[in-house]
């Protein structure tokens, strides 16, 4: 895992911890409960599995377990899926279907299979390294002046997110760090 994947694990579980404790989101809490569980600081959010280290088979288990809570309607061959991956089957715990999305989310994300995190993470970049990267993804566009200086006001917007998510986390270990 790079530095920048750390950086932006570390800041998803303070945005997360923030909105679960401010706002009192439940995805926000199922976010902090995968984080928890991953990094070995919990057992797992949905099963209550204490195997150790989560491993990706236990992570796609436990984003089963997320499915059979918040599509009930839809049941999974759950203890197939288990034998396929190698894990003990286990009975998902009566979790709030958006907790358990929040978990869902984190774990598809800390295994690669989407590159969206489950919350909206500061951008650590320059405004010319952002503008240099909107121009990398679309090389067959025409970046005449027009099109240059709508990247740099779509860069600009988004280091003025990212201040504010970068501010948001400050604040929020302020107050752990004088609790």
């Known amino acids: 895992m790079g530095c920048s994947r750390v950086r932006g694990v570390s800041d998803l579980h303070w945005l997360a911890y923030a909105d679960a404790l401010q ?26 599995r204490s195997e150790r280290p989560v491993t990706a088979e236990l992570a796609r288990a436990e984003m089963w377990a997320a499915h059979e809570i918040v599509h009930p309607d839809a049941p999974l061959p759950a203890r197939t899926l288990a034998d396929e991956l190698g894990v003990p089957h286990r009975c998902p715990l009566p979790i709030a279907p958006h907790a358990a999305d929040g978990v869902r989310l984190t774990l598809r994300w800390l295994l690669g299979d989407v590159a969206e995190p489950p919350l909206d993470l500061p951008v650590r970049d320059t405004e010319r390294e952002l503008v240099d990267a909107a121009m990398a993804a679309a090389p067959h566009r025409f970046w005449g002046p027009e099109e240059r200086h709508a990247a740099r006001a779509e860069a600009r917007a988004a280091l003025e997110r990212s201040r504010r998510l970068l501010d948001r986390i400050a604040a929020i270990q302020d107050q752990v760090a004088s609790a």
Do not use: K, M, Q, Y
């Open 23 to 48: 706002e009192r989101s439940p995805l926000a809490r199922g976010v902090v409960a995968a984080l928890e569980w991953v990094r070995g600081e919990r057992d797992g959010p949905l099963t209550g």
